[in-house]
């Protein structure tokens, strides 16, 4: 069993930077694929960045390319996200996943894990 904890969430102006923490207890992440998804009001959960723990290919969605850096922190067993030139769009509820199998990562039939999720909000 995992337990995954983000944390970082918040306001932002435009143009602004956040990072977002994934901590993950109860087992290391070693072996796993971590991903960020997000949530805005009234639309369906899609997916942001993915990194898989053993060799460290990271994946993300064209909206978010260039803007967003998924990286991991083996000692901390934690997972970031840093996000840059934050957009109005990038608002929603984002949430960090973990699975055990790094295929087809860019959905979410790979994640058993999901952590409660933390809010950002970016206003223009």
């Known amino acids: 069993q995992v337990q995954l904890v983000e944390s970082g969430g918040g306001s932002v102006q435009a143009g602004g930077s956040l990072r977002l923490s994934c901590a993950a207890s109860g087992r290391t992440f070693s072996s796993y694929v971590v991903g960020w998804f997000r949530q805005a009001p009234g639309k369906e959960r899609e997916f942001v960045a993915a990194?898989?723990?053993?060799?460290?290919?990271?994946y993300y969605s064209d909206s978010v390319k260039g803007r967003f850096t998924i990286s991991r922190d083996n000692a901390k067993n934690t997972v970031y996200l840093q996000m840059a030139s934050l957009k109005s769009e990038d608002t929603a509820v984002y949430y960090c996943?973990?699975?055990?199998?790094?295929?087809?990562?860019?959905?979410?039939?790979?994640?058993?894990?999901w952590g409660q999720g933390t809010q950002v909000t970016v206003s223009s």
């Open positions: 996943a973990a699975g055990r199998t790094p295929l087809l990562v860019t959905s979410i039939t790979p994640y058993d894990y």
């Open positions: 990194i898989v723990w053993v060799g460290g290919r990271t």
